[in-house]
């Protein structure tokens, strides 16, 4: 096969908020581009991009999947992405392997906030944009509404391309300004013909045609000055001025259309190839620098001779085909069947195949050279998010934060069959998903997955069962409460026995007392006189710490507390430390129990981004679950409440959440301390921690 140079690609993701037609218009480019012989449907599980069985059941994209069709001798690599909010980490990393972006917009449903989020990602990597509305077969007057949203929440001024072209009240294709031509579509088919305008269109085109012309000349000083004084501009000067703007992000284009119907992807087409920069082209403009072994920014040439190297951006295990590890190539060559050099994590592997990808359609390639996007087979110990390179000439590249988890559900395989299987295909899920997270809670012992938000918690589950038979039950995962003492006491702790020859004897006194919050646990021996030999005293620590694991008040670890053990009494012959700890654990509880015990709270930091409408509501909610509103702040025209609140009233807050701000809404949190719990909440928990058999272990 003949491979393409990196002058001649054109490596683009599409991304938008769920439900914009971006799966839809990746369907309908592969059908302009004779990749296909006819447009898949999402609704019925039928597109190239959505062929995951958990896409095919959601009617939906979610994960990001990488298409390559070629147009005008250009090789493209469209990557799909997906739109919802909790898997936005997977169209995040996408945007890490492309030189530019489609944005799909649709009239119906505006510019949400999982967009919003991403055009962040997008500003700061600098990717050049195109802007392509759709759903424009349906009856819509909201054009302008959406150029008015792009101003305000891109911050872009889009300069239409394209628009649509009707004809006795019938959709027949589109306008393309550039080119003053209608392109006319046959509807759901691949054919087109590019036909002379009518005079009604050529009104609409010529004036068009003249903005156009006037933001190609204001982006490129010559070609300003020739059109001010007069000059024609050529088709190649117009093209070279948009070129211009396109890559340095001052201009946004927008094409009309329809996915559904694939109407509109011809000027779209012609856009990525002819104003979207090639690899090359990107690293003059964009340049994406990597780190070297002395920590120095470095830049390798996108050229094919240059020392290789390469980001792996996704992860893919099938429990039959094994891994497959997307990566873009940033420089060199790397042949298929190599030992490469893995330089974030500092270790060698064999690479197995390499594979060009459309959808689940692998092609195996001898060789992928700079610019270019592949996939490659078995590697065993690299993850997303890795550099590989030529050992001689290492190089890390960055890679973005990915949103953090903030739900979580405590699961249980639903039988003893299952236990393997969950822990194993949890493990794999995590290589592929670097924003699910999965750990043993020490405290409750519990197994605890964490994820974006429901319905990626749902989509793990789903898979864990589709892909390796594991079932479990799910419940909301138990709060990790602490207790603490607020008081000093003193206690002594007793433990004689007497049982017919060796006898058993220990006694110690000890002092408790609070320390500051985070400090955790403190022993000192004060003991003077050998009233207990000095042996004898880690045996009393011992037992101290093993009496902390469940305090007195819930059967909660107890933290944040000094111990001195100071007096106590031994026996020459009974003595032993096996005696001297069992003294001390009675010792300790006794104390607890006469030093103001209380419980303590997983507090967190939480940040809410609603849009402003809602944000009223989001306050009251939060204040309504004993959180306590820090900060509040206009970020564009979202708005974002910081708030320290309780754990326990926040665990499932996604879907009130969703209810509150119509699905407009976000949160990301983390532990920030641990609070006492209020005196009327903290009774309740001690009551259901006594009926529970944590309580029951505990005592
Ligand atoms: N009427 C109409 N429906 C569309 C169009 N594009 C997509 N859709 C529908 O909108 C829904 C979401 O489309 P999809 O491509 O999955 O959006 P994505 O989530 O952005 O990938 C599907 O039911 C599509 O059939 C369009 O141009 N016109
Ligand atoms: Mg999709």
Known sequence: MNEPGARSLRNVAVIANRGAGKTSLAEAILLTTGVIPALGSVMQGTTVSDFEPEEIHHRSSVSTCLLRCSWNHTTINLLDTPGALSLLGEAITALQAVDAVIVVLNPASGIRSELLRLWSHVKALRLPCLLFVNELDKESESMEELSAACRRDLEVTPLPMSSVLKEGGQWIGVLDFVNQAAIHSRHDTAKWQQQ??????????????????????????????????????????????????????????????SALKNVGTVPLLNAIVDLLPSPVERMQSQPVTGQDVEGAQVTRAMTPEAPFSGVIFKTIIDPFVGRLSY????????????????????????????????GKKHTAVSAAAAGDIVAIGKLKDTQTGDTLCDESHPIVYSWPNLPKPVLSFA???????????VSLGLHKLIEEDCTLGFTRNADTKEMVLSGTGQLHLDLALEKLHRKYGAEVVIHTPKIPYRETIRATAQAQGKYKKQTGGHGQYGDCWLELAPSSRGEGFA?????????????????????????????????????????????????????????FKIAASMA??????????????????????????HIGAVIGDLNARRGRILHVEARGHAEIVKALVPLSEIMTYTTTLNSLTGGGGSYVMELARYD????????????????????????
């Open 327 to 358: 990566m873009r190539m940033w420089s060199g060559t790397l042949q298929a069947d190599s030992l490469v050099y893995n330089a974030s994590r500092k270790i060698k592997e064999k690479s197995g195949h390499l594979y060009q990808l459309l």
């Open 411 to 421: 699961i249980e395989p639903k039988s003893s069959a299952d236990i393997d299987k």
């Open 196 to 257: 002379p305008l009518s005079a009604d269109a050529e009104a609409t085109a010529s004036e068009a045609r003249k903005r156009i012309h006037e933001a190609a000349a204001e982006c490129d000083d010559q070609l300003l000055e020739q059109y001010l004084s007069g000059g024609e501009l050529s088709q190649a000067d117009v093209l070279r001025g948009l070129r211009a703007g396109v890559r340095a992000g001052t201009l946004v284009p927008l094409y009309a259309g």
């Open 676 to 699: 006492e719990v209020p005196r009327e909440v903290a009774a309740k928990i001690v009551e259901e921690a006594k009926t529970s058999k944590h309580a029951v272990a505990a005592h």
């Open 588 to 613: 300790f509880k006794k104390a607890m129990e006469m030093a103001h015990p209380v419980l303590l709270e997983p507090m967190m930091t939480v940040e809410v981004e609603a849009p402003a409408a």
């Open 523 to 579: 022993f000192a021996n004060r003991v003077v006189g050998g009233v207990i030999p000095r042996n004898f005293i880690p045996a009393v620590e011992k037992g101290v710490v093993e009496a902390m694991q469940h305090g007195t008040l819930a059967g909660f670890p107890v933290v944040d507390v000094k111990v001195a053990v100071y007096d106590g009494s031994y026996h020459v012959v009974d003595s032993s430390e096996m005696s």
